[in-house]
């Protein structure tokens, strides 16, 4: 019973289908905050619509499908992934 439990969080955190503004920015452009001019960079390109988003409560999400069509590979869309979980392990209280 725990083990599938594992095997259930460990596919959930494989493959993620939304990512929110902070995370659109890293995968797009490093490593950023939220008072950084590529996060408001990407904020007006979703709120002019450049970038197809979902909005939900006011909170704006960008698809995994939208980002490798705006990045142009799956294989960019991995390894923006890993700069991802590098930068979240170098700062985990952002």
Known sequence: MMQ???????????YK???????????????C???GADY???TRMIKCGAIDSVMDRGRYYVTRKTLESFMGSTER?????QNIDNVVELYPDD
């Open 4 to 14: 599938l439990k594992m095997e259930r969080v460990m596919a959930s955190e494989v």
């Open 17 to 31: 289908a939304l990512f929110n503004i902070i995370e659109t920015t890293q995968i797009l452009f490093g490593p």
């Open 33 to 35: 905050d939220r008072k």
């Open 40 to 42: 408001a960079r990407v």
């Open 77 to 81: 869309i991995q390894i923006a992934l």
